[in-house]
Structures are given as C-alpha cells and as structure tokens.
C-alpha cells in the first residue's frame, strides 16, 4: 500500500501564533512531498515542493518565511504556519510521491483543518 | 502550459440516474489523468487514472477514457449512489509529476 497521514487532522489556534502540521508516508519512502491549499469550494492549489534534505521550492506568491517547509527525512515532511492570521485558515493537504518503477504516484494525506481565531 | 477544465456543479441526481462529468485537458506531453473524489471534511482518494491515450480507468462503477483526440477525460457512472455524494476532481500530472488540479464539481445524490 501507499498511505500518508497528516497531523493534526484539525486544529484551531489564536492569531499571531504558530502552527505546525506533520505529513508522513507511512509505508514507503518519499524524496518528494507537495503541499496544497484548498479554499472553501475551491480546488488546490500547489503552495509548495518539498525535497528532502534541500530547500523548498514555492509556487509564485507564497510566502516562504510565512509558510515554513521541513523535508528533514525520506518519511517526514512539516509545514509550519507562522504568526498565523485567520486569513490562513484553510485546509492544508499534503502529497507524497512514490516512485514504482518507471512511474511516479502521488499519494495524498487526509487533510489538516486550519482555524485561526 | 497545463490545465484542468472541468464542468461547473453543483449537480444533483436522482438515486440510480446516469453521471457524467466533463473535463477537458491542455498540456504539453503526455499527461496522466485522474479522477480524485473527495468526501466532506476529508482529504482526496484516487477514484481512477489513465496513463496513456485510449486507456479506460475504472473503479467502484466508475469511468473514464482517456480521449487524446478530443483532450478530455469525462468520468461516468451508469447508476449513482446517495453515497456518491462527494466532489469530484479531475486533474492531470505532468513529466515533472507536478498535478493541475479542475476546480471541482460537487455531486448530491437525493434518494
């Protein structure tokens, strides 16, 4: 199989503080890892490519240092809110590439709610 | 560049009635498609795929042919379910396994 988790699967925290979600493939090892918002009733949008032991790359508009990317392991990617606003309250989902063969899949997380109050 | 165009929702059925939704594709290359469904609260779940022109992805009585010739992916379903009820994304990957996702089409099955 190929699963990724996410956690927290919600969470809610006050304005100016800083949040943290975990994104890990569960059973296979992923050099790449993408992270997407999704806007209510709206489709995702990439925010970010997360390669393991190097820098993120960020799509046009996104705000690194706002939006804070760890690819420290081949299972384990963080995203981490900062001096959050409730303007960045979302859904945040993560993906995770696995490599079978010539073939390249991504696999999805279930999703982390953001609310900032 | 690479896009997703898919049809606008929301649609709302009858229980056992025929599904169709619409999406057409532009890229460069030749992409994979994908259906992904997703359920209220939860993230997305690969419905199908297709990796390559005239392929036919299916699962759970759904469908979906991969038509280089008109670019589209429509998914379809003969008899839809109340638990058919999701969002239904269409979206493609690229060389760079980089997805563009549709917008969306919400789906309400009514008993």
């Known amino acids: 199989g190929a699963v990724v988790s996410q956690h927290p699967s919600r969470v809610i925290c006050k304005s100016g503080t800083s949040v943290k979600i975990e994104c890990r493939s569960l059973?296979?090892?992923?050099?790449?890892m993408f992270w997407y918002r999704q806007f209510p009733k709206k489709s995702l949008m990439l925010m970010a490519t997360?390669?393991?032991?190097?820098?993120?790359?960020?799509e046009q508009g996104v705000e690194k240092d706002k939006f804070l990317i760890n690819h420290a392991s081949l299972t384990l990617s963080t995203l981490t809110v900062t001096s959050a606003h409730p303007e960045d309250s979302s859904f945040y989902i993560c993906?995770?590439?696995?490599?079978?063969?010539?073939?390249?899949?991504?696999?999805f997380g279930p999703g982390t709610r953001l609310t900032v109050l | 560049g690479n896009s997703v165009t898919q049809m606008e929702g929301p649609v709302t059925l009858s229980e056992e009635a025929f599904l169709t939704i619409n999406c057409t594709y532009t890229?460069?290359?030749?992409?994979?498609l994908f259906w992904y469904v997703q359920y209220p609260g939860e993230g997305l779940q690969l419905l199908l795929k297709?990796?390559?022109?005239?392929d036919k992805g299916s699962n759970k009585g759904f469908e979906a042919t991969y038509r280089k010739e008109t670019t589209s992916f429509h998914l379809e379903k003969g008899s839809v379910q109340v638990s058919d009820s999701a969002v239904y994304f269409c979206?493609?990957?690229?060389?760079?396994?980089?997805?563009?996702f549709g917008t969306g089409t919400s789906l309400t099955v009514i008993p």
């Open positions: 993906s995770a590439r696995k490599t079978s063969g010539t073939y390249n899949e991504q696999f």
């Open positions: 059973d296979f090892q992923a050099t790449t």
């Open positions: 979206a493609l990957s690229d060389l760079g396994n980089q997805f563009y």
């Open positions: 890229a460069t290359g030749y992409p994979s």
């Open positions: 997360s390669n393991e032991g190097s820098k993120a790359t960020y």
């Open positions: 297709a990796t390559k022109a005239d």
